[in-house]
């Protein structure tokens, strides 16, 4: 059996907006923008998602971010992060929605990210599992 790789296929800035606190262990934390970049992928992120946070009493935040990204061509693709953040560092798993078929790799690969929040801002790198 062979041990499967992990491939860089591209970096992620997301702009993060309004908080929203419900109850002592939910936030709702609204994605406005940001931008993908990679070799052979490019997409802009559309205002309107968001990250539905359950923050833990030892510090640990469940992820559970949603939205939607924008290729130069006006493709639309819906994603879906899911992991954790320990202080400013996290780690998901992503997955991909996408009706074009130049963009099925995304929806027949399994990905990782790792990422770093800072302010209001947070970055990732994107991994596919070989």
Same mark, same amino acid.
């Given at each position: 059996?062979?041990?499967?790789?992990?491939?860089?296929?591209?970096e992620?800035?997301?702009?993060?907006?309004?908080?929203q606190?419900?109850?002592?262990?939910r936030?709702?934390?609204?994605?406005?923008?940001?931008?993908?970049?990679?070799?052979?992928?490019? &997409?802009?992120?559309l &205002?309107?998602?968001?990250?539905w946070q359950?923050?833990?009493?030892?510090?640990?935040?469940?992820?559970?971010?949603?939205?939607?990204?924008?290729?130069p061509?006006?493709t639309l693709?819906?994603?879906?992060?899911?992991?954790?953040?320990?202080?400013?560092y996290?780690?998901?798993?992503?997955t991909?929605?996408?009706q074009?078929?130049?963009?099925t790799?995304?929806?027949?690969?399994?990905?990782i990210?790792?990422?770093r929040?800072?302010?209001?801002?947070v970055?990732h790198?994107?991994?596919?599992?070989?």
């Amino acid at each position: 059996m062979q041990t499967p790789e992990l491939i860089p296929v591209f970096e992620a800035t997301i702009q993060l907006g309004e908080v929203q606190t419900v109850g002592d262990s939910r936030r709702i934390v609204q994605v406005v923008g940001g931008q993908f970049s990679g070799p052979n992928f490019q &997409a802009k992120v559309l &205002a309107g998602g968001g990250d539905w946070q359950v923050i833990h009493t030892d510090g640990r935040v469940e992820i559970d971010t949603r939205y939607t990204l924008e290729t130069p061509e006006g493709t639309l693709i819906y994603l879906q992060n899911k992991g954790m953040r320990l202080g400013t560092y996290m780690r998901t798993v992503s997955t991909f929605e996408v009706q074009d078929p130049n963009f099925t790799w995304l929806t027949e690969s399994l990905f990782i990210s790792t990422g770093r929040k800072e302010g209001d801002v947070v970055q990732h790198a994107f991994y596919r599992l070989s």
